[in-house]
């Protein structure tokens, strides 16, 4: 695997989408995705980057989307770099290990968020008081009487924004917004069930959802350690902030050096870029082997 960090692709094929993450190009009549080694954090896309980061993400979404695929239909078409296009070949030192082609869908704008603890964003909100559907006496990082649905907007810049169920029907039908609700959920347990007896806690996670006509597919990436928060089991306990195998690393680390989240993000250590990518392939490791 090269050593050297992907940061950008600039392959010969029509550029669909660059994310804060993934190049996405237009092939035939699919969409190749191709996970880079950026990491974002606060909505903005970090000048450092991680070294085999697109690659352990690629591999654990693969492995989770097919672990899924009973539950709902997701929009791979395959992983195998050998199955895609001829005019992929010349490509394959970029490509393998860290894409994907997959079909394309029409973009249901919404982040289903689950969370099944007292984490992240939610535990400041609980702090702050401005939260009154949860009991009192919480302490951080603690369990949560039923997984919650807390889905957002999804802004192609700038900061996601909160959506009540009712503000999710409105936006995307009430019949939708159920299924988009229930499925979440059912995703959400059936994938802390799986990881719990791997010794890791799913504490919340995103999904993302497209159309292909009438059907719904899972779509973009699945419970990665970018989209989730991931902790031992075994490092544990309610009341303290959990030791994080995914993004809550970096994110503490930029709150800790005390950048404002609004301009320029500072580069990241030598020590925090190694241990990142170490966190990432730790998770990888325990949840698929």
């Given amino acids: 695997m090269n ?37 974002s954090a606060f909505d903005h896309v970090l000048p450092s980057a991680i070294p085999h980061k697109g690659a352990y993400l690629t591999q654990l979404s693969n492995f989770w989307f097919n672990l899924s695929k009973g539950i709902i239909e997701n ?44 984490a992240g964003g939610l535990w400041k909100e609980y702090k702050n008081k401005s939260v009154t ?21 999804k802004a192609e810049k700038g900061h996601d924004l909160p959506l009540s169920q009712k503000e999710m029907a409105n936006l995307v039908g009430a019949k939708l ?48 350690p970018d989209s989730s928060r991931y902790w031992p089991l075994d490092q544990y306990k309610a009341g303290h902030h959990p030791f994080s195998l995914d993004k ?12 404002d989240k609004q301009g320029e993000a500072p580069e990241l250590p030598e020590e925090v870029i190694n241990e990142t990518s170490q966190r990432y392939k730790e998770i990888l490791y325990k949840l698929t082997t």
């Avoid at 860290?98 to 603890?117: M, N, Q, W």
């Avoid at 970096?250 to 005390?258: A, F, P, T």
Wanted: charged share 30%.
């Fill in 3 to 39: 050593q050297h960090p992907l940061v950008k692709t600039s392959l010969p094929f029509k550029l669909f989408k660059r994310g804060k993450v993934r190049d996405v190009y237009e092939i035939d009549d699919s969409l190749l995705m191709i996970a880079t080694d950026r990491i």
């Fill in 75 to 118: 929009h791979l078409i395959t992983v195998d770099i050998n199955e895609f296009p001829d005019q992929l070949k010349p490509f394959q030192e970029v490509l393998q290990g860290r894409a994907v082609l997959v079909r394309a869908t029409k973009y249901i704008p919404v982040e289903c968020v689950v969370r099944g603890y007292l």
């Fill in 133 to 153: 559907y949860l009991p009192e006496g919480l302490r951080e990082g603690e369990k949560l009487p039923e997984p919650l649905f807390t889905p957002t907007t």
């Fill in 177 to 224: 917004a159920n299924f988009l609700k229930k499925i979440s959920i059912s995703l959400y347990k059936f994938a802390s069930t799986f990881a719990e007896k791997r010794g890791i806690i799913i504490a919340d996670t995103k999904f993302e959802f497209g159309k292909i006509g009438d059907r719904i597919l899972l779509i973009d990436e699945l419970l990665t």
């Fill in 248 to 259: 809550q690393y970096v994110r503490d680390y930029l709150e800790r050096v005390g950048w």
